[in-house]
């Protein structure tokens, strides 16, 4: 069974950073090839922002967050990161992991189908 569990949300005053985690477990046997990173904000739906392709560490981001956060990941502890910084009010959502393995036809890497699995989230509240 594979798990994603996220981890290092809180709350912090506009301008500053956190960093989250996304811890894969059943890593052993379950090698996911691309990774993403989605929110929700209160009252819209989740959307994707930030993208992790394993093989290569090639990253994509949508430009609500470019040039702010970074993803990351350490392949040896199966584990993704999210550096978050310069962070806004409009940051405040609930941030999730997403895992998925290769597809013949690729992925389109903001679409939440194209992902196998998902963490539960962790909130991260932004104040002014």
């Known amino acids: 069974q594979v798990q994603l569990v996220e981890s290092g949300g809180g709350s912090v005053q506009a301008g500053g950073s956190l960093r989250l985690s996304c811890a894969v477990f059943?890593?052993?046997?379950?090698?996911?090839?691309?990774m993403g990173w989605f929110r929700q904000r209160a009252g819209k739906e989740r959307e994707a922002f930030a993208h992790?392709?394993?093989?290569?560490?090639?990253?994509a981001y949508t430009d609500s967050v470019k040039g702010r956060f970074t993803v990351s990941q350490d392949s040896a502890k199966g584990t993704l990161y999210l550096m978050m910084n310069s962070l806004k009010p409009e940051d405040t959502a609930v941030y999730y992991c997403?895992?998925?393995?290769?597809?013949?036809?690729?992925?389109?890497?903001?679409?939440?189908?194209?992902?196998?699995?998902w963490g539960r989230g962790t909130q991260v509240t932004v104040s002014s």
């Open positions: 997403a895992a998925t393995s290769d597809r013949p036809d690729g992925i389109d890497w903001t679409a939440e189908a194209d992902y196998d699995y």
């Open positions: 059943g890593y052993t046997y379950y090698t996911p090839i691309y």
């Open positions: 992790i392709d394993c093989r290569n560490g090639r990253t």
